[in-house]
């Protein structure tokens, strides 16, 4: 039976409170999972949250399923907009763009289902930073059913820039951010698009920790990752998947993807502290030498992977001038 819009329920208050959580959903096609994330939103144990849902479908019943799910909440809790149609980054790059000013923001896919404390987790750890702060944690891996395999690594290496200019360690999926840190994701939208970043959740990393936000990570799951056929990202704790990731960095396709962040970061470079500016800088000539000479200058900046073996992989991958693929 459908249900009926409580027309007793009071409407949202035009000026939020303090620690309400603005969270952008992008869509696509996502009709067979959005239901179980829709729900697992409403069941948070911290009520103060608003959805922004950015859908990119063409024809199916992912906006219905958006619509019905609105009918049922406060009147502009639930906001449903067009997505630009140019994949997943793109689109969550639009949903930064259009979120409010001096809120918390929050990542979301489709086909999650998050834990009931996940907001609270984030807003608890994130209250006691009134500098920008960016929060993430560990997620349940699951099968397409949702039945869980195991838990995501927690990483021990700090989680600094010189980390997230070679890797990706905060999930887009679990990513919350204060206010001070969703204005400077607000302020290099516009640079991150222009420039065609490939995955969000980097670029996000990258200009955060950059900006000299503090970095949260927290060992305790927010959320069953569900694995199937159309995932945007896999799972990247088995041994093979992260053979295959460490592979990755002779691939021609990450020098690509470390082109296009750093055109974003140098473009907003001014968001940067004077020595993650510096370093920016640095790794962009790096980035420029071939063989030998871009393995030595990466050493001398300091960057590292969070395993020995992926730092030793990404400074050979340099050596052999894998990482030379359309470079600023």
Not at 12 to 27: H, K
Request: charged content about 20%; proline content about 6%.
């Amino acid at each position: 039976m459908q249900t009926q819009p409580d027309h007793n329920t009071p409407a949202l208050p035009d000026q939020d409170l303090p620690q309400t959580v603005v969270i952008l959903l992008a869509t696509y096609r996502g009709e067979d999972y959005i239901d179980t994330q829709l729900d697992s939103i409403a069941a948070q144990s911290h009520p103060h949250w608003r959805l922004i849902v950015s859908d990119d479908s063409p024809d199916d019943l992912t906006r219905e399923k958006v619509r019905h799910f609105s009918a049922g909440r406060p009147a502009g809790q639930v906001q449903l907009i067009d997505g630009p149609r140019k994949g997943a980054t793109q689109n969550f790059l639009h949903l930064l763009q259009q979120a409010p000013e001096g809120q918390m923001l929050a990542f979301c896919d489709q086909d999650d289902r998050w834990l009931p404390e996940k907001l609270a987790h984030a807003v608890k750890a994130l209250s006691s930073h009134p500098g920008p702060a960016h929060y993430a944690a560990r997620t349940i891996v699951a099968d397409e059913n949702l039945n869980p395999i195991t838990e995501t690594r927690h990483f021990r290496r700090p989680l600094t820039f010189r980390n997230a200019l070679v890797q990706a360690c905060m999930a887009g999926n679990t990513s919350v951010f204060n206010a001070p840190a969703a204005s400077i994701l607000k302020q290099g939208t516009g640079s991150a698009r222009d420039a065609g970043v490939i995955s969000h959740d980097w670029w996000a990393y990258q200009l955060t920790s950059g900006a000299g936000a503090t970095m949260i990570h927290d060992a305790t799951p927010a959320l069953l990752y569900r694995q199937h056929p159309q995932s945007e990202m896999g799972r990247n704790d088995t041994a093979g998947a992260m053979a295959r990731r460490v592979g990755m960095l002779f691939a021609g396709d990450y020098g690509d993807w470390l082109a296009a962040n750093t055109r974003a970061l140098l473009d907003s470079q001014h968001l940067l502290t004077s020595e993650n500016a510096a370093t920016l800088q640095g790794f962009a000539d790096a980035l420029r030498q071939r063989g030998p000479g871009s393995a030595a200058s990466l050493w001398r900046l300091g960057l590292y992977r969070q395993t020995k073996i992926g730092t030793a992989a990404l400074f050979a991958a340099a050596g052999f001038g894998r990482l030379l693929r359309n470079q600023p």
